[in-house]
């Protein structure tokens, strides 16, 4: 009966870890704009649209070093987004890309 029951907690834990996440992201685009920064186009689809997100963007220079990590605000609205943000950078950037979202929204973030 335990086994059972451990084992019944073991798959929903993998299920919800390596299941279908409520929020995809995907990189759209980006654009070196000068030597310190980069402009990452983004697209979030999410399951709850009426709750805001937050994705973390970040850049990376010819060494493959993380050269700038930022913190996006997505507020609430249509299911499929489209943003677009500026990263400035501690070295030259040579890539941007979305590492991923969140509906946990860190209060600093918040608006409400």
């Known amino acids: 009966m335990i086994a059972v029951l451990v084992g019944a907690v073991v798959a929903w834990v993998g299920y919800r870890n390596l299941g279908t996440q409520p929020v995809e992201a ?12 980069v402009e990452i186009t983004f697209e979030v689809v999410r399951e709850t649209p009426d709750q805001a997100v937050v994705c973390i963007v970040r850049a990376r220079s010819d060494d493959g070093d993380e050269a700038g990590r930022r913190e996006v605000l997505v507020p609430p609205g249509p299911a499929t987004a489209r943003h677009s943000t500026v990263l400035r950078t501690s070295k030259p950037p040579v890539t ?16 409400s």
């Open 26 to 37: 995907k990189q759209t685009a980006f654009a070196v704009t000068d030597e310190r920064s």
């Open 96 to 111: 941007g890309e979305v590492f991923g979202c969140s509906y946990q929204v860190p209060a600093y973030l918040s608006t």
